[in-house]
């Protein structure tokens, strides 16, 4: 437990941290992976040339040490960042590891300012966050190791299926090399898989939404193909593996079904939001209701830039006629004249009469500036923000 004096303590370098801003998370980051370069097989690394993973860290580091006296206040956040940590299998030894090159990274950019008392409070409450999130994964681990087909660590599956969903999007689905069941999930959850493309030298892991209603036999993902930046030749490496190079029967490696973003069990209206791949965990809780043939009003609304790059287009057309599900999309480079369909962006100003804007559950995943883009819409049209919920791929961001 940390010391009123040590809370003041870590509390008086906040200013520390937010002048510095992600300074200190790119130099923490390369001082880890130079002593630690096999934790390169855990962390995307795309994400690190990116920024967002510092820019995650930076953020998270400060919410702590500003709700020291609170931390029930970031028990969301700590739930999401938990279900992403086990989808990539840490472990406590990595968390004293990140303690260390915390500690270091302070004292190297902050000599003056990093006194012995400081070490030591920091030293403290970084050991309390650490224990928070080893707990809680402890808690999950156990918790999956436990349910019929569940597993705890990686499990060998095997791809049976490789389908053509739009012109960027090919979905692939798994079933365990074992011959056993595997654990249902809650739609809108996603898995961690492992694998080792060829020339690239670490493993890699990402979480993929499932895309489809839970079953005992196996998993599907739907895979956008990422196409590689030139400022970082790590974009794309597994989606295009996974789209080009793994074969029927080929074997990857998944952790368990994870994530905080799920649909809720209730009978209020339910209203999809989504933009180019953020359909997958949409598509999901699309089948898991018209599968249990729900009375719920359903609307799922669909941004994406044309027709061909309109994933699961033919199935949810089928859905709208066979289940009366409410469709709306907008194209943003291409003119159509089939009904509910728009161009240009997302403006849901244009049917909100047909909305149940004050009585529904609202689920967007997109990219972020969409998510916030479409938030903004529906808190302006009087939605009740704790109605909103939302899935970011990669590492966490608050809109």
Same mark, same amino acid.
């Given at each position: 437990?940390?010391? @009123?004096?040590? &809370?003041?303590?870590?509390?008086?370098?906040?200013? +520390?941290? $937010?002048? /510095?801003?992600? *300074?200190? =998370?790119?130099?923490?980051?390369?001082?880890?992976?130079?002593?630690?370069?096999?934790?390169?097989?855990?962390?995307?690394?795309?994400?690190?040339?990116?920024?967002?993973?510092?820019?995650?860290?930076?953020?998270?580091?400060?919410?702590?040490?500003?709700?020291?006296?609170?931390?029930?206040?970031?028990?969301?956040?700590?739930?999401?960042?938990?279900?992403?940590?086990?989808?990539?299998?840490?472990?406590?030894? @990595?968390?004293? &590891?990140?303690?260390?090159?915390?500690?270091?990274? +302070?004292? $190297?950019? /902050?000599?003056? *300012?990093? =006194?012995?008392?400081?070490?030591?409070?920091?030293?403290?409450?970084?050991?309390?966050?650490?224990?928070?999130?080893?707990?809680?994964?402890?808690?999950?681990?156990?918790?999956?190791?436990?349910?019929?087909?569940?597993?705890?660590?990686?499990?060998?599956?095997?791809?049976?299926?490789?389908?053509?969903?739009?012109?960027?999007?090919?979905?692939?689905?798994?079933?365990?090399?074992?011959?056993?069941?595997?654990?249902?999930?809650?739609?809108?959850?996603?898995?961690?898989?492992?694998?080792?493309?060829?020339?690239?030298?670490?493993?890699?892991?990402?979480?993929?939404?499932?895309?489809?209603?839970?079953?005992?036999?196996?998993?599907?993902?739907?895979?956008?193909?990422?196409?590689?930046?030139?400022?970082?030749?790590?974009?794309?490496?597994?989606?295009?593996?996974?789209?080009?190079?793994?074969?029927?029967?080929?074997?990857?490696?998944?952790?368990?079904?994870?994530?905080?973003?799920?649909?809720?069990?209730?009978?209020?209206?339910?209203?999809?939001?989504?933009?180019?791949?953020?359909?997958?965990?949409?598509?999901?809780?699309?089948?898991?209701?018209?599968?249990?043939?729900?009375?719920?009003?359903?609307?799922?609304?669909?941004?994406?830039?044309?027709?061909?790059?309109?994933?699961?287009?033919?199935?949810?057309?089928?859905l709208s006629i066979a289940s009366g599900v409410t469709t709306f999309t907008w194209y943003n480079q291409e003119q159509s004249t089939l009904a509910n369909?728009?161009?240009?962006?997302?403006?849901?100003?244009?049917?909100?009469?047909?909305?149940?804007?004050?009585?529904?559950?609202?689920?967007?995943?997109?990219?972020?500036?969409?998510?916030?883009?479409?938030?903004?819409?529906?808190?302006?049209?009087?939605?009740?923000?704790?109605?909103?919920?939302?899935?970011?791929?990669?590492?966490?961001?608050?809109?």
């Open positions: 437990m940390l010391s @009123q004096q040590q &809370i003041e303590i870590v509390k008086s370098t906040i200013p +520390l941290l $937010e002048n /510095a801003g992600t *300074a200190i =998370t790119e130099h923490f980051y390369n001082r880890m992976f130079t002593h630690n370069p096999e934790l390169q097989d855990t962390f995307n690394m795309s994400n690190q040339a990116s920024g967002r993973q510092q820019f995650a860290l930076f953020s998270a580091i400060a919410a702590y040490a500003k709700h020291l006296e609170n931390p029930s206040v970031l028990a969301s956040m700590v739930e999401r960042i938990a279900n992403k940590h086990t989808s990539l299998h840490i472990q406590p030894a @990595q968390y004293d &590891i990140v303690g260390h090159h915390l500690i270091e990274t +302070l004292r $190297e950019l /902050a000599a003056d *300012a990093f =006194t012995p008392d400081v070490e030591a409070a920091w030293a403290a409450a970084y050991g309390q966050l650490a224990g928070v999130f080893i707990n809680r994964e402890e808690a999950i681990y156990n918790q999956n190791a436990q349910v019929n087909g569940g597993w705890r660590g990686g499990r060998q599956f095997r791809l049976i299926e490789k389908r053509i969903e739009s012109e960027l999007v090919k979905s692939l689905v798994l079933e365990p090399c074992d011959g056993g069941d595997v654990m249902g999930y809650l739609p809108g959850q996603y898995i961690g898989i492992e694998v080792q493309p060829p020339g690239g030298g670490y493993k890699e892991i990402r979480q993929y939404s499932l895309s489809d209603k839970s079953n005992r036999n196996s998993y599907r993902i739907s895979v956008k193909r990422e196409t590689p930046l030139q400022t970082d030749h790590k974009a794309g490496v597994v989606s295009n593996y996974l789209h080009d190079d793994l074969r029927l029967a080929g074997e990857v490696t998944l952790y368990p079904p994870s994530g905080d973003f799920y649909l809720k069990t209730n009978d209020k209206p339910v209203v999809l939001i989504s933009a180019g791949v953020g359909l997958t965990p949409m598509q999901s809780m699309l089948e898991t209701l018209v599968a249990k043939d729900s009375k719920q009003p359903l609307f799922y609304l669909h941004a994406c830039e044309n027709s061909a790059q309109h994933s699961f287009k033919k199935r949810n057309q089928s369909t728009f161009n240009g962006y997302m403006d849901l100003a244009k049917i909100q009469n047909q909305l149940p804007l004050n009585t529904a559950d609202f689920y967007i995943c997109g990219p972020v500036s969409f998510m916030q883009f479409a938030k903004q819409q529906l808190i302006q049209l009087g939605v009740n923000k704790n109605n909103i919920h939302y899935e970011v791929f990669g590492p966490h961001e608050d809109l």
